[in-house]
């Protein structure tokens, strides 16, 4: 595999190289230079371009580009070899080096802080003019990245680098992921489809899954719009199917189960319980029994005031337990792997933070129209703690019995890791406005803090934003 890594100066690409290349074994692709070798530079390879167009000659140069008035060449023998091979590359030649190398896997470091990154230009004890020069250059090329969605669309995954242990591990996690997803993709064929269709027998799947169960009814839900939903009635309860209609809801089915098994019964509501099946052609669906209720979407129209607080309430309680829940990145994600493998399907890593599940959400299904009010950034300020979030509490996601009091929460395929602002914000915008009030009061009473009202309007659009891109996909598509 080849592993390019892509950021502005002094993002830490040199330093992910060396790390990479010591904790995974990958082997460093050999730069090769025209500038002068810094003070205690260990990479690459120093010639001058005379020496470098005879290796043209030779057919020994895979690719070479000129920048910061020097020329940068690669060798033929490291950009196609067997081994894993890791080096820097210039956004500027991404779509040179896909041309190079279809298969070449790339990561965009973006800073966390950029002037951390611009401090680190002037540790290099550069000529001010050489300093000036780069700083210049890193501010055009973070402000050209930053902005242009479909630039970043180019890269295969997108990271932030905030100088620290945690960031570190994130990359070195992501790599190893990639490793896992290449080995998978040499072993099992790509074309495998791990997913369903309308045309699907879905009576056969699900009569094969209630063998022992006398099916009274078989319904189809007709609000699927993530997956194809059906009902199956037996004589001791009602049973939902969910089968999903593309790879990317194939990989949330398999975060829903996940993710909902691991928070089962550690909130004082009721959460249901999947179960993950796979057909006989190994593509995965969940199954669930039918938990007594209908949607607050249903009624929410219809309640009294006093119904409204008691709904809001549970509401905000639900939630901030979620966000208090004590949790382990590293065992939701090797909860997935260890399906993905056990099965032995081909499927990408599970986008645990909510942002990054949103982006590649957009990006898979989205225009680029309407994609334009997305800047893959969260819009809280001065809110660092993250939390287990529900990521879509919308009001089709909330059960109420016939007294109209809270009965269960549902749906976690959006589920993991986000800003407490997220789910507010998420069931605020999906309620009536009375609704608005009342939950804010009790999340804040509750939690015994104030909620930043700008951040979450802000959190509000944004949802808003994401619901009227998804219709526009759904109406192209034919199921809205």
């Given at each position: 595999m080849l592993l390019a890594l892509v950021g502005i100066t002094c993002v830490g690409k040199s330093y992910y190289v060396e790390k990479?290349?010591?904790?995974?074994?990958?082997?460093?692709?050999?730069?090769?230079?025209?500038?002068?070798?810094?003070?205690?530079?260990?990479?690459?390879?120093?010639?001058?371009?005379?020496?470098?167009?005879?290796?043209?000659?030779?057919?020994?140069?895979a690719y070479s580009f000129d920048v910061f008035g020097g020329t940068y060449a690669y060798l033929s023998e490291d950009i196609y070899s067997k081994e894993n091979m890791v080096f820097e590359m210039h956004y500027t030649t991404i779509d040179d080096w896909k041309k190079v190398r279809p298969d070449i896997k790339t990561i965009y470091i973006f800073p966390q802080d950029i002037d951390i990154a611009k401090s680190k230009i002037t540790e290099r004890n550069l000529e001010k003019s050489k300093e000036k020069e780069r700083l210049l250059e890193m501010e055009e090329h973070y402000n050209n990245v930053i902005s242009n969605e479909k630039l970043k669309n180019k890269f295969d995954y997108i990271i932030y680098n905030n100088y620290d242990k945690n960031s570190e591990d994130k990359i070195l996690d992501l790599v190893k992921k990639i490793l896992i997803e290449e080995k998978r993709r040499s072993v099992f064929p790509i074309?495998?489809?791990?997913?369903?269709?309308?045309?699907?027998?879905?009576?056969?799947?699900?009569?094969?899954?209630?063998?022992r169960k006398t099916i009274n009814r078989l319904t189809k839900i007709s609000t699927g719009w993530t997956n194809i939903v059906y009902n199956a009635k037996t004589p001791d309860g009602e049973y939902f199917f969910r089968f999903p209609r593309d790879e990317f809801w194939s990989k949330t089915i398999i975060?829903?189960?996940?993710?909902?098994?691991?928070?089962?019964?550690?909130?004082?509501?009721n959460t249901v319980k999947l179960e993950l099946k796979f057909d006989k052609q190994g593509r995965p669906f969940s199954m669930h029994k039918k938990i007594e209720g209908v949607t607050l979407a249903e009624k929410m129209n219809e309640l009294t005031e006093n119904e409204i607080n008691n709904v809001s309430e549970d509401v905000a309680k639900f939630m901030y337990q979620l966000h208090k829940l004590d949790f382990s990145e590293k065992d939701l994600k090797t909860a997935y792997e260890n399906i993905i493998s056990k099965n032995e399907i081909s499927l990408n890593d599970m986008n645990l933070e909510l942002k990054n599940f949103l982006?590649?959400?957009?990006?898979?299904?989205?225009?680029?129209?309407?994609?334009?009010?997305?800047?893959?950034?969260?819009?809280?300020?001065?809110?660092?703690?993250?939390?287990?979030v529900h990521g879509d509490l919308n009001s089709s996601n909330i059960l109420i019995d016939d007294n109209n009091k809270?009965?269960?929460?549902?749906?976690?395929?959006?589920?993991?890791?986000?800003?407490?602002?997220?789910?507010?914000?998420?069931?605020?915008?999906?309620?009536?406005?009375?609704?608005?009030?009342?939950?804010?009061?009790?999340?804040?009473?509750?939690s015994g803090q104030h909620l930043n009202i700008e951040a979450l309007e802000n959190e509000i659009e944004t949802w808003k934003n994401i619901d009227n891109a998804y219709i526009n996909y759904m109406k192209k598509i034919g199921i809205y």
């Amino acid at each position: 595999m080849l592993l390019a890594l892509v950021g502005i100066t002094c993002v830490g690409k040199s330093y992910y190289v060396e790390k990479i290349s010591e904790k995974l074994g990958f082997k460093k692709v050999r730069t090769i230079r025209t500038r002068k070798k810094r003070p205690g530079e260990k990479n690459g390879l120093f010639m001058t371009k005379e020496e470098i167009e005879k290796l043209k000659a030779e057919n020994k140069i895979a690719y070479s580009f000129d920048v910061f008035g020097g020329t940068y060449a690669y060798l033929s023998e490291d950009i196609y070899s067997k081994e894993n091979m890791v080096f820097e590359m210039h956004y500027t030649t991404i779509d040179d080096w896909k041309k190079v190398r279809p298969d070449i896997k790339t990561i965009y470091i973006f800073p966390q802080d950029i002037d951390i990154a611009k401090s680190k230009i002037t540790e290099r004890n550069l000529e001010k003019s050489k300093e000036k020069e780069r700083l210049l250059e890193m501010e055009e090329h973070y402000n050209n990245v930053i902005s242009n969605e479909k630039l970043k669309n180019k890269f295969d995954y997108i990271i932030y680098n905030n100088y620290d242990k945690n960031s570190e591990d994130k990359i070195l996690d992501l790599v190893k992921k990639i490793l896992i997803e290449e080995k998978r993709r040499s072993v099992f064929p790509i074309d495998k489809k791990i997913y369903f269709e309308e045309n699907d027998d879905f009576e056969k799947i699900i009569k094969e899954v209630l063998v022992r169960k006398t099916i009274n009814r078989l319904t189809k839900i007709s609000t699927g719009w993530t997956n194809i939903v059906y009902n199956a009635k037996t004589p001791d309860g009602e049973y939902f199917f969910r089968f999903p209609r593309d790879e990317f809801w194939s990989k949330t089915i398999i975060k829903d189960y996940i993710f909902s098994n691991y928070i089962y019964e550690k909130t004082n509501y009721n959460t249901v319980k999947l179960e993950l099946k796979f057909d006989k052609q190994g593509r995965p669906f969940s199954m669930h029994k039918k938990i007594e209720g209908v949607t607050l979407a249903e009624k929410m129209n219809e309640l009294t005031e006093n119904e409204i607080n008691n709904v809001s309430e549970d509401v905000a309680k639900f939630m901030y337990q979620l966000h208090k829940l004590d949790f382990s990145e590293k065992d939701l994600k090797t909860a997935y792997e260890n399906i993905i493998s056990k099965n032995e399907i081909s499927l990408n890593d599970m986008n645990l933070e909510l942002k990054n599940f949103l982006d590649e959400l957009l990006k898979r299904h989205v225009s680029e129209e309407d994609m334009k009010f997305w800047k893959f950034k969260n819009n809280v300020k001065n809110e660092n703690s993250t939390c287990l979030v529900h990521g879509d509490l919308n009001s089709s996601n909330i059960l109420i019995d016939d007294n109209n009091k809270v009965t269960a929460f549902i749906d976690f395929g959006f589920g993991g890791v986000g800003n407490k602002y997220d789910d507010i914000a998420r069931i605020i915008g999906r309620t009536p406005i009375e609704f608005k009030k009342s939950i804010i009061n009790y999340y804040e009473d509750v939690s015994g803090q104030h909620l930043n009202i700008e951040a979450l309007e802000n959190e509000i659009e944004t949802w808003k934003n994401i619901d009227n891109a998804y219709i526009n996909y759904m109406k192209k598509i034919g199921i809205y």
